[in-house]
């Protein structure tokens, strides 16, 4: 992975995990729209993909099944880090990289925060190529796709074209 604090504007599908220590009082003060102060000059993030929470809220689930179902992080991405991640103490900051809007930026934490990890989703799965059989035949499971036009139907309906034309010809010529 790439340095943490470095936000390409290519990156997808990662989120960063950064605690704080500080008492209640001072962290009720820290909310998704005030983040970025802590995060580093000038970053202009998408507030709601930011969350900001006191660990408490997660002791029955903890935060690596947060992260697994919550952000489709991988469980070999948290491999050896769960239960580190599920024993944190204090406020819990999650930066999804979508919060940055597809901008690059360079993230400068307050020494207040404390940066735990960078976790991400897991790359799909390239796509399986089409069969040649299908792909030539223009059909996909049964279900045909651009099947070409049968010839006597296409001349069908362009005979009942010329014939709808000639018609009104003649009733314009009649009526006129």
Do not use: C
Request: aromatic share 6%.
């Amino acid at each position: 992975m790439s340095d943490p604090f470095q936000v390409l504007s290519s990156e997808r599908g990662v989120v960063r995990v950064f605690t704080t220590d500080l008492d209640s009082e001072g962290g009720s003060a820290i909310t998704p729209e005030n983040v970025h102060r802590l995060l580093g000059a000038n970053l202009d993030l998408e507030r709601s993909r930011v969350e900001v929470f006191p660990s408490t809220v997660l002791e029955a689930m903890g935060l690596s099944n947060y992260l697994i179902e919550g952000y489709g992080i991988s469980e070999g991405d948290l491999r050896g880090q769960a239960a580190a991640l599920d024993s944190l103490k204090g406020l819990i900051v999650l930066v999804a990289s979508s919060a940055f809007k597809g901008q690059s930026a360079q993230l400068e934490p307050n020494p207040g925060l404390r940066f735990v990890g960078m976790f991400s989703e897991p790359s799909p799965p390239p796509p399986e190529p089409m069969a040649a059989p299908q792909a030539a035949e223009g059909t996909l499971g049964g279900s045909q796709i651009n099947k070409p036009m049968d010839t006597r139907s296409g001349s069908m309906w362009l005979l009942a074209m010329l014939l709808l034309l000639a018609v009104a010809a003649l009733v314009l010529f009649f009526v006129f």
